[in-house]
């Protein structure tokens, strides 16, 4: 039988790029196998899904050398339509994939486009739905799902196209804790049912527990390593790849200790209130209940993580604070005002907003206009402007790309830039969804440790399906589900509580167990590499 994808010395670059995405990129795919592949943001890994899918070169053009092989066949003169039947492809951005104003229409969307009877479409799509556990959702209008919840839609039109080659891009990073878990294993079972399956994920964590055959890991377009995942650990530096924290402890406990202690915000006696909720009850249209009798209050000196399951209300919640919403019920105030008596210009003052998918923030011509544009919006001199862009340039990693488009750019560096674009705007109030979506683990940690330096943040909130992003940085920790508040304080108390985890679908991570275990020794939570320097007495 032949070997469902080979790939031969591919390289490629884009023709508005001067430095090729891929060189000299070669390996195999087998049926039954799980493949991880492993990088930075930036390094080609999605380029190397585009021209597996033959989006290179049919709609991205530039320089292509090498072949990629679909059993046995070049496929480099075959149609899309073709190639789609073969190999199916779930991108990093569910907003990008979902085109149907419904889940059924979405889902069916691809076999309509086949010609296929309109029995057998039907058939097909109410198979994929049940085969992920969402068949709820076949008639819910897809605006309206959790970003989760449309991960999980633009899984369910692929597998209903009934793909032999599966390409996974990012597919866990809308994902809550548990639901991670369960695409996990849905796509083991997908592997073991005789499909392939290629996974590019920056959790490389979650993916080694469903034991991946094969692993490669990719610098600058090139290949470091290729081979078993059982080598993966010794191939690759911790500081650039999320492995599991015994794994980290042991490796930089040969290292020397770290010096740097992420600064939290200066808490002053009088910590003032910057953003109170008071009985706040919130339902789309004519929608079920998202938000139910909510009270808390963000005050100066707060770094909260917010956690829970998708669609507990976490993105619904934080668009109540920068007044793209109004309650139904209760108030918000801002610094004591009614957010119903503020404009969202008035608001983006005191906060900013980074949305859960960058392509709802993205517009302008070039990073360099994108990250100006706030600030010019907010009154700013052209020295300050020039000041805030350079300097959110230079935290989030951006520099080389200042005259790119931005939506030229991957997933992982579109969501730096939407985050850049509002640290230049140098709000009081930091509000990000989903930071670390899309980034290797090398920058997010660089960029959250810059974010906390900073000067002029009076508090700092951050959605989040990564327990350990709040592990590192939160000093509080807020957890929603259905709706309500379950829980809100300090990280030692709330993610210590293993059956309140468990009810709100959050899963403990080896860094939280480590943490917990060390905790009367520590005081206080750390990153892994700390922990390894830790005395053990």
């Known amino acids: 039988m032949e070997i469902p994808l080979i790939v031969e010395h591919l390289s490629f670059r884009y023709r508005t790029r001067q430095e090729p995405a891929l060189r000299d990129v070669s390996f195999m795919l087998e049926a039954g196998q799980v493949f991880l592949v492993a990088g930075s943001s930036g390094c080609g890994k999605t380029t190397l899904i585009r021209c597996i899918n033959g989006l290179i070169p049919h709609s991205y053009k530039g320089e292509l050398e090498g072949r990629v092989l679909l059993y046995g066949e070049d496929m480099s003169g075959k149609p899309l339509s073709v190639i789609s039947q073969i190999v199916g492809t779930v991108l990093q951005d569910p907003e990008r994939q979902i085109l149907g104003s419904r889940v059924v229409n979405e889902v069916a969307f691809g076999l309509e486009n086949l010609g296929l009877p309109r029995d057998e479409i039907l058939a097909r799509v109410d198979a994929a739905l049940a085969y992920l556990d969402i068949s709820h959702l076949r ?47 849905l796509i083991r079972r997908l592997a073991d049912e005789g499909r392939a399956v290629l996974i590019i994920e920056h959790r490389v964590e979650d993916v080694l527990k469903i034991n991946p055959e094969m692993a490669l890991f ?29 794994m980290i402890i042991e490796k930089a406990r040969h290292d020397p200790p770290p010096t740097y202690l992420p600064p939290l915000l200066v808490r002053k006696e009088e910590r003032a209130s910057l953003v109170e909720f008071e009985n706040v009850s919130f339902a789309y249209e004519d929608g079920p209940t998202v938000l139910q009798d909510v009270n808390f209050t963000i005050r100066q000196g707060d770094i909260i993580a917010v956690l829970g399951p998708n669609g507990a209300g976490k993105t619904t919640l934080v668009k109540h604070a920068i007044g793209l919403l109004k309650p139904r019920e209760g108030r918000v105030r801002l610094e004591g005002k009614d957010t119903r008596e503020l404009s969202v210009a008035q608001i983006a003052h005191v906060i900013g ?3 859960q998918s960058p392509s709802h923030m993205l517009f302008a011509p070039t990073v360099h206009d994108e990250l100006a544009f706030g600030p010019k919006n907010l009154g700013y001199d052209q020295t300050t402007i020039e000041e805030g862009v350079t300097q959110a340039v230079d935290i989030l990693n951006l520099g080389g790309l200042e005259n790119y488009s931005p939506l030229a750019l991957s997933f992982g560096q579109q969501k730096r830039v939407s985050i850049a674009a509002i640290l230049a705007m140098r709000s009081r109030v930091l509000v990000m969804d989903e930071p670390n979506a899309g980034q290797d683990y090398k920058n997010y940690m660089a960029f959250m440790d810059a974010i906390l330096q900073l000067p002029y943040f009076d508090a700092i909130l951050f959605i989040t399906h990564d327990v350990d992003l709040a592990v590192c940085y939160a000093n509080r920790v807020l957890l929603l589900h259905e709706g309500r508040i379950a829980a809100d304080g300090p990280p030692a108390e709330v993610l210590a509580d293993a059956a309140l985890l468990k009810r709100c679908r959050v899963v403990p991570t080896s860094l939280l167990a480590a943490n917990l275990e060390m905790l009367p020794r520590t005081g206080r939570f750390m990153r892994a590499e700390l922990l390894a320097h830790v005395r053990q007495t």
């Open 139 to 185: 008639d819910r209008e897809t605006f309206y799902l959790s970003g989760g919840e449309k991960q999980k839609v633009a899984l369910a039109g692929v597998l209903a196209m009934q793909p032999s080659i599966l390409l996974l891009d990012e597919p866990l990073a809308s994902l809550d804790p548990v639901s991670a878990q369960e695409a996990l294993r």
């Open 218 to 246: 990719m610098v600058d377009g090139e290949v470091r390593y290729l081979g078993p995942t059982s080598g993966l650990e010794a191939a690759v530096d911790y500081h650039e790849v999320k492995l599991p924290a015994p």
């Open 353 to 355: 907003y980074v949305f």
